[in-house]
């Protein structure tokens, strides 16, 4: 459902569902609008369903100004995320109303006290809303819905939060479009609109990344009639300043290459470049919302396809740091993409610390559910302050461990190291530790696999789906948005 925001100075016949949102129940009192107000305060049907709920509805009731409609009584939080979590409750409450208009109204303490209230409430409201239907033929009018605010809370947090929005819907844009349509060239070519909102891009085409010596990358995508792309978004670089990067896998369909996957649920893998949509929704959010902080982002486009061309296990192939990889699971791909755009991006930007974004591993489902991404990293410092943003966005992480003993499981005999572990225990450590040894040593680094919380279809479980109507959760925005903005 599309939701569109208006501003009004009053009320009319046509603002029918009105919800009204209180800190407490006593500021009941103080809100004209409704009339014999405490009664309702005093009505015990009405107490238990806001104990149990945080609202209740009361229906076709008149207003002061006697006009018939139906009002909710909201009782809010102390809680960011439970507000957040409270908006996108509501929004599924109403989504099937009458006439797509909704009116929210704010106790004056809330509007005095209470900004990041009112802005978390609405951003929730507007982030379950998200809906992924252009290839729908038939676009109902109940899709659209209209949400009316007071002009007197215009305020700049809501405009970040709106700002925030809308480059997690991108984001989840990009997961959500079919293979056939987002490839790696066409996915390079949507980023350069994005120049519109201040970012400097640049795009890394074939015959430039075998210029540069990216193989690694090369190699994933050579079984596909669709060519590679590096795409790399810059904002408020400056000189002697080192910049925070952002790394994002970017395969645009995984069929496993040569090590075909089983067809079950192989439709699922248009989401395989999940963490370059989390790299481009946040590149979008910095510079929306204008942030101080020096900023890289690079993401590697591939399509990972069997062919005569492609990649065969067995193969060898020397990344561009120099070090050579045999590839035993053609499989094991999205590793082989980050392991050279990690290499550019400290040769290129000497860089402050490095965060990569990839749904790399099925096996951190196997150890974490659906419900957090797996943190590995060789920084302690950078690693609380991500377990921080996590805590603070409800994008949660856990730290998983790395160490000399894996390396064990991923050297070989004929190359450097092999893109897989010796057993099939560990696999997303393996991933982590093959990754980190495309890190220059004095580098904070840290990896997140988002595999099991990027969609929210991979689990009836996953604890995303509250917030987030079924599909992409775009995770990781909002967690790098909380990063950016701690001390």
Same mark, same amino acid.
């Given at each position: ?138 676009? *109902? ?121 089983? *067809? ?54 020397? *990344? ?107 696999? *997303? ?59």
């Amino acid at each position: 459902m599309t939701v569109s925001i208006e501003y009004i100075t009053s009320l009319s016949v046509n603002n029918n569902n009105i919800v009204i949102f209180v800190s407490n129940l006593s500021q009941l009192k103080n809100i004209d609008i409704l009339p014999n107000i405490n009664l309702y305060i005093k009505d015990k049907k009405f107490i238990s369903e806001i104990n149990v709920n945080n609202y209740s509805l009361i229906s076709n009731i008149y207003l002061k100004n006697n006009f018939l409609c139906n009002v909710c009584i909201v009782l809010t939080y102390n809680s960011a995320e439970k507000n957040i979590g409270l908006g996108s409750i509501l929004h599924s409450y109403f989504q099937n109303i009458k006439n797509n208009n909704l009116t929210f109204l704010f106790s004056k303490n809330l509007i005095s006290n209470s900004k990041e209230v009112l802005s978390d409430l609405i951003f929730g409201f507007c982030l379950k809303s998200y809906k992924f239907d252009k290839y729908k033929s038939i676009n *109902s009018i109940k899709d659209k819905l209209t949400l009316n605010l007071f002009e007197l809370i215009k305020f700049n947090l809501l405009n970040y939060k709106l700002n925030l929005l809308k480059s997690i819907n991108i984001s989840k844009d990009f997961v959500s479009e079919p293979a056939n349509i987002l490839n790696p060239v066409i996915y390079a070519e949507k980023c350069m609109e994005l120049k519109k909102f201040g970012l400097n891009i640049k795009i890394l085409n074939k015959d430039k990344l075998k210029k540069i010596g990216m193989r690694s990358l090369l190699g994933v995508s050579q079984g596909s009639d669709n060519d590679p792309r590096v795409v790399i978004f810059e904002w408020n670089l400056k000189k002697n300043i080192k910049p925070t990067i952002l790394i994002g896998k970017g395969v645009t369909f995984d069929s496993g290459g040569i090590s075909l996957k089983p *067809s079950e649920g192989m439709e699922e893998m248009i989401t395989d470049m999940g963490g370059s949509a989390v790299v481009v929704g946040s590149m979008m959010n910095a510079a929306l919302n204008n942030s101080p902080h020096s900023l890289v982002g690079i993401i590697g486009l591939v399509e990972n396809m069997p062919d005569g061309k492609a990649q065969r296990p067995g193969d060898i192939v020397k *990344s561009l740091s120099g070090q050579t990889i045999e590839i035993l699971n053609t499989d094991a791909e999205g590793r082989l993409v980050l392991a050279d755009i990690l290499t550019y991006a400290q040769n290129k930007f000497n860089p402050k610390q490095i965060i990569d974004f990839a749904t790399l591993t099925g096996a951190i489902m196997i150890a974490l559910g659906t419900h957090r991404a797996g943190l590995f990293s060789n920084n302690d410092t950078l690693s609380k302050k991500l377990e921080i943003a996590g805590d603070l966005s409800g994008e949660r992480i856990w730290r998983l461990p790395l160490g000399s003993e894996y390396d064990e499981e991923i050297n070989n005999s004929r190359a450097d190291m092999q893109n897989i572990g010796k057993t099939r225990f560990g696999g *997303s450590i393996h991933a982590a530790q093959f990754i980190q040894r495309f890190i220059n040593k004095n580098t904070p680094w840290a990896h997140l696999d988002i595999a099991g919380v990027s969609w929210t279809m991979k689990s009836e479980q996953n604890s995303f789906s509250r917030l987030h109507s079924p599909g992409a959760t775009s995770f990781g925005v909002r967690l790098v948005d909380k990063f950016l903005k701690g001390k």
